[in-house]
T-cell receptor, first 113, second 117 residues
Framework: GNSVTQMEGPVTLSEEAFLTINCTYT??????LFWYVQYPGEGLQLLLK?????DKGSNKGFEATYRKETTSFHLEKGSVQVSDSAVYFC????????????FGTGTRLTIIP | NAGVTQTPKFRILKIGQSMTLQCTQD?????MYWYRQDPGMGLKLIYY???????DKGEVPNGYNVSRSTTEDFPLRLELAAPSQTSVYFC????????????????FGSGTQLSVL
């Protein structure tokens, strides 16, 4: 079945540091890939997505590229801010229609001023 | 613009008690979902619904029941609470997922933190 493996946290960085959160997946065919973010006390919200190989999703300075050859969708940001402190979830949805999202375990990110 | 609204935000139950977690959405979404989030375990799908009158089991349905009498509401029922059900519960909704749709986005409520003691 489908599965998502995420970099274990927690991750603590200083403001303006470079961020990478690793995500790899197992799925048949060509799934759609997502990053969701959960800010303290809130539900998850979609951060970015990519629906086919070599696509790059981007939003709020975050980027992730769909790499079919390495089955990866790593999240990156060049210069993090305190407001980026949150839990980040990688997720996939299979390509065969009416499929549900499979989530990774989440990575807690804390940015120190 | 309310989106997905969950109540209550917090609840403590005794073993064997029952309760209903309420979820309502005002976006006219056909698809609704219940997830539980355990520490270090990510989100697990409990039940989902693709429209009023239609529900189906997810990965971890045991100990829960749902109903979908209207498009807006999707309550989750715990009949005999057990400590293993201590978790954070999220309701979500979406337009139809998969197939030819390109709108693959879930909208989440803010969650219900449930403790069973």
């Amino acid at each position: 079945g489908n599965s998502v493996t995420q970099m274990e946290g927690p991750v603590t960085l200083s403001e303006e540091a470079f961020l990478t959160i690793n995500c790899t997946y197992t799925a048949t065919g060509y799934p759609s890939l997502f990053w969701y973010v959960q800010y303290p006390g809130e539900g998850l919200q979609l951060l970015l997505k990519a629906t086919k190989a070599d696509d790059k999703g981007s939003n709020k300075g975050f980027e992730a590229t769909y790499r079919k050859e390495t089955t990866s969708f790593h999240l990156e940001k060049g210069s993090v801010q305190v407001s980026d402190s949150a839990v980040y979830f990688c997720a996939l949805m299979g390509p065969f229609g009416n499929e549900k999202l499979t989530f990774g375990t989440g990575t807690r990110l804390t940015i120190i001023p | 613009n309310a989106g997905v609204t969950q109540t209550p935000k917090f609840r403590i139950l005794k073993i064997g008690q029952s309760m209903t977690l309420q979820c309502t959405q005002d976006m006219n979404h056909n698809y609704m979902y219940w997830y539980r989030q355990d520490p270090g375990m990510g989100l697990k799908l409990i039940y989902y619904s693709v429209g009023a009158g239609i529900t189906d089991k997810g990965e971890v349905p045991n100990g829960y029941n749902v109903s979908r009498s209207t498009t807006e509401d999707f309550p989750l029922r715990l009949e005999l609470a057990a400590p293993s059900q201590t978790s954070v519960y999220f309701c979500a909704s979406s337009l139809p997922m998969g197939g030819t749709t390109t709108n693959e986005k879930l909208f989440f409520g803010s969650g219900t933190q449930l403790s069973v003691l």
